[in-house]
């Protein structure tokens, strides 16, 4: 049994000498993630503690779940999760399939020329940045100068203030994210359809198999998988929403549809300062991601065979 154990030891430390090379270039990433992410948890206190800078995060009082009942009491509870579960779920069913398609009709293409032109035009969105694009966007649908408008009042129609009506609000924000990510976002997918041996495809063509039939028995199970991984990771960010995009498009006559639990917990953390009760809403809103994340990894693997772990 004892050498058994030496043995095992031996070829461990074989391994590591083997593999060192590899090794070191892990230590950067590790070393980063270790520090921008693994030591600031010790902040997550913050959630269990009525803060106060002067006596620091140690010296503040300890209150318990407080924060965390005032937020399930709060008139804002229901609305900001109710918000943020409609404009996660409205974008992931549509902002999900939409690249995978795009990559399926890119990787369909023979002309290599046209193919990179349509590349490039879906990509270059992507390098906007996110305050350029909330500008675009309300300047594009202003009701005195927008191209909008201007097409409205051109066929004989009142002009209207697209930003001022809550009803529009959701399209206008999933509908443009949809526009600026879907060519990046399609990235990954091009790249499996990329490793797909060419002989398959000429082996279906000889059986008369048409570009739908390839397409459908052969492209989309080769990226099942890819598909299936981020699908479980998009799931499991269901309530992360970035606040830039919805504060910079966000007005008092939106309000109640645009207020989202990450413009909330800037609002209450940053502007009003209570530090305290946005780390406690920041926390419950990781712990439904990570519920989330575990349920439908678990779902995926039973149903598929592929999952994160």
Same mark, same amino acid.
């Given at each position: 049994?004892?050498?058994?154990?030496?043995?095992?030891?031996?070829?461990? +430390?074989?391994?590591?000498?083997?593999? +060192?090379?590899?090794?070191?270039?892990?230590?950067?990433?590790?070393?980063?993630?270790?520090?921008?992410?693994?030591?600031?948890?010790?902040?997550?206190?913050?959630?269990?503690?009525?803060?106060?800078?002067?006596?620091?995060?140690?010296?503040?009082?300890?209150?318990?779940?407080?924060?965390?009942?005032?937020?399930?009491?709060?008139?804002?509870?229901?609305?900001?999760?109710?918000?943020?579960?409609?404009?996660?779920?409205?974008?992931?069913?549509?902002?999900?399939?939409?690249?995978?398609?795009?990559?399926?009709?890119?990787?369909?293409?023979?002309?290599?020329?046209? /193919?990179?032109?349509?590349?490039?035009?879906?990509?270059?969105?992507?390098?906007?940045?996110?305050?350029?694009?909330?500008?675009?966007?309300?300047?594009?649908?202003?009701?005195?100068?927008?191209?909008?408008?201007?097409?409205?009042?051109?066929?004989?129609?009142?002009?209207? #203030?697209?930003?001022?009506?809550?009803?529009?609000? /959701?399209?206008?924000?999933?509908?443009?994210?949809?526009?600026?990510?879907?060519?990046?976002?399609?990235?990954?997918?091009?790249?499996?359809?990329?490793?797909?041996?060419?002989?398959?495809?000429?082996?279906?063509?000889?059986?008369?198999?048409?570009?739908?039939?390839?397409? /459908?028995?052969?492209?989309?199970?080769?990226?099942?998988? $890819?598909?299936?991984?981020?699908?479980?990771?998009?799931?499991?960010?269901?309530?992360? +929403?970035?606040?830039?995009?919805?504060?910079?498009?966000?007005?008092?006559? %939106?309000?109640?549809?645009?207020?989202?639990?990450? $413009?909330?917990?800037?609002?209450?953390?940053?502007? %009003?300062?209570?530090?305290?009760?946005?780390?406690?809403?920041?926390?419950? #809103?990781?712990?439904?991601?990570?519920?989330?994340?575990?349920?439908?990894?678990?779902?995926?693997?039973?149903?598929?065979?592929?999952?994160?772990?």
């Amino acid at each position: 049994m004892k050498t058994k154990k030496v043995r095992k030891k031996g070829s461990t +430390i074989r391994a590591l000498r083997r593999d +060192i090379s590899l090794w070191l270039f892990c230590v950067p990433g590790v070393v980063l993630t270790f520090i921008f992410s693994y030591i600031p948890m010790y902040g997550v206190q913050l959630a269990f503690r009525r803060y106060n800078a002067k006596a620091g995060i140690w010296g503040s009082p300890w209150v318990g779940l407080y924060y965390f009942k005032r937020f399930f009491e709060s008139p804002y509870f229901a609305s900001t999760i109710k918000n943020t579960l409609i404009l996660s779920l409205y974008g992931l069913v549509v902002s999900f399939p939409i690249p995978i398609i795009l990559a399926l009709l890119l990787n369909s293409f023979r002309h290599k020329r046209y /193919r990179k032109v349509i590349q490039t035009v879906t990509y270059a969105p992507n390098f906007i940045s996110t305050v350029v694009m909330c500008g675009m966007i309300i300047l594009f649908l202003s009701p005195s100068v927008g191209v909008i408008n201007n097409v409205v009042r051109f066929f004989g129609g009142d002009p209207v #203030n697209f930003m001022a009506k809550k009803e529009y609000w /959701r399209h206008i924000y999933v509908w443009t994210g949809v526009w600026q990510g879907m060519g990046w976002n399609s990235v990954i997918y091009f790249a499996a359809l990329s490793g797909i041996s060419p002989e398959l495809h000429e082996a279906a063509k000889c059986d008369g198999a048409t570009k739908f039939q390839i397409i /459908r028995h052969i492209d989309l199970p080769s990226i099942l998988p $890819t598909a299936t991984i981020l699908l479980i990771m998009n799931c499991g960010s269901i309530l992360s +929403i970035g606040f830039e995009k919805a504060y910079l498009l966000q007005n008092d006559l %939106n309000l109640s549809v645009s207020e989202i639990i990450s $413009t909330y917990v800037y609002k209450v953390g940053l502007i %009003n300062n209570d530090m305290s009760y946005s780390t406690a809403i920041g926390l419950f #809103n990781t712990l439904v991601n990570l519920v989330m994340l575990l349920i439908v990894n678990k779902t995926a693997d039973k149903l598929s065979g592929n999952s994160l772990w």
